[in-house]
Nanobody, 124 residues
Framework: QVQLVESGGGLVQAGGSLRLSCAAS????????MGWFRQAPGKERECVAA????????YYADSVKGRFTISRDNANKAVYLQMNNLKSEDTAVYYC?????????????????WGQGTQVTVST
């Protein structure tokens, strides 16, 4: 069992940066692949970044590639999403999720545990 709590969301101007954090509880955190998803109003929840259990493999959605960076700290049971050069289309609720597998994946169906989400709003 893994419990996830996101933080770091907020209101930022276009071109700005935010760093999202996800604090996890549970003994097996280091064995799970982790992902960041987002859901904008009226849209499907989509994976924007994923990281494998060692942190050595990362995947990104094309829309955020080069602007977002996912990382993890297994010792402190945390995963992060650094978001730079934010755009209005990045406005969404961002969710941290843990997959019931170690290899990185962007497939939503592979994720078993979810946080409550944190709102990111980018103003123009």
């Amino acid at each position: 069992q893994v419990q996830l709590v996101e933080s770091g969301g907020g209101l930022v101007q276009a071109g700005g940066s935010l760093r999202l954090s996800c604090a996890a509880s549970g003994r097996a955190f280091s064995s799970y692949a982790m992902g960041w998803f987002r859901q904008a109003p009226g849209k499907e929840r989509e994976c924007v970044a994923a990281i494998g259990w060692t942190g050595g493999t990362t995947y990104y959605a094309d829309s955020v590639k080069g602007r977002f960076t996912i990382s993890r700290d297994n010792a402190n049971k945390a995963v992060y999403l650094q978001m730079n050069n934010l755009k209005s289309e990045d406005t969404a609720v961002y969710y941290c999720a843990a997959a019931d597998r170690g290899r990185a994946t962007m497939l939503r169906g592979e994720y078993k545990y979810w946080g409550q989400g944190t709102q990111v709003t980018v103003s123009t």
